[in-house]
């Protein structure tokens, strides 16, 4: 994830052989340690961002504590709810025929199979968006520590972040599989967290607005008084 190679061999150097805190790193090919100030530390930061609060974010500010917090959901899942809703009911239409017409006893294997898996993909398909459309998304900021958590049903996915650990934050875009196949793509925006120690992550991901993970990674940075410097593989603004 950092572009940070060796003075002595030119070997690029694997991230699990740097330490941020001490800015200091060591070559796994010929042993040489050497200062991340030259090789890594951006001398010039990015520009500040006339960046504007996400309509659908509430925004807490107090002396010691920022708290963001906003739903989950996005157009897509009030789309979907009714498509999955549509989808249950036709294996259940099909069912209710059956019985009416010939009994339970008629079904063949393949068809109970098939019905089967209508109604998994249904059930599944409800359940997903409804958990997505209940979900709301907080960020906690105190001088402590950072948060993020997921209620009502995030506990698996909420996280906290010792201040200590925070190096760096940045955006970067990636794509995944759009709403009507695989020959479909649409962007999506993740923030990262690069720790002084320890291993590098997401710290917000699946973000289809470019100007709230900015925004949020901008926020973050100015509450910590973190330096807005350029970091490999981020977006270009």
């Known amino acids: 994830?950092?572009?940070?190679?060796?003075?002595?061999?030119?070997?690029?150097?694997?991230?699990?052989?740097?330490?941020?805190?001490?800015?200091?790193a060591d070559c796994q090919r010929c042993g040489t340690n050497f200062s991340l100030s030259?090789?890594?530390?951006?001398?010039?930061?990015?520009?500040?961002?006339d960046?504007?609060?996400?309509?659908?974010?509430?925004l807490e500010k107090q002396k010691e504590?920022?708290?963001?917090?906003?739903?989950?959901?996005?157009?897509?899942?009030?789309?979907?709810?009714p498509i999955a809703i549509a989808w249950l009911l036709f294996p259940l239409g099909f069912i209710i025929q059956q019985i009416d017409a010939e009994g339970f006893s008629t079904f063949t294997v393949t068809e109970l199979l098939m019905v089967s898996l209508f109604l998994l993909i249904g059930l599944f398909l409800i359940c997903s968006s409804l958990l997505r459309l209940m979900t709301t998304i907080r960020i906690e900021l105190t001088h402590d520590s950072l948060s993020v958590l997921y209620s009502p049903f995030g506990i698996v996915r909420s996280q906290t972040v010792p201040r200590s650990d925070i190096f760096q934050l940045y955006t970067s875009e990636s794509y995944r599989t759009g709403f009507i196949g695989p020959s479909s793509f649409v962007k999506q925006y993740s923030v990262y967290l690069l720790r002084f120690e320890g291993e590098n992550g997401r710290l917000i991901s699946n973000l289809s607005d470019k100007k709230k993970?900015?925004?949020?990674?901008?926020?973050?940075?100015?509450f910590y008084n973190i330096p807005n410097r350029r970091v490999q593989d981020e977006i270009e603004v």
């Open 213 to 222: 993970a900015l925004f949020l990674e901008q926020e973050i940075e100015n």
């Open 38 to 49: 030259p090789a890594f530390i951006s001398t010039y930061h990015k520009p500040h961002l």
């Open 51 to 58: 960046l504007k609060k996400p309509f659908d974010m509430e």
């Open 65 to 81: 504590k920022v708290v963001f917090s906003w739903r989950e959901s996005s157009c897509l899942d009030w789309i979907m709810m």
């Open 1 to 24: 994830m950092m572009n940070v190679k060796c003075p002595n061999c030119n070997k690029k150097i694997d991230d699990s052989f740097i330490n941020l805190r001490s800015l200091l």
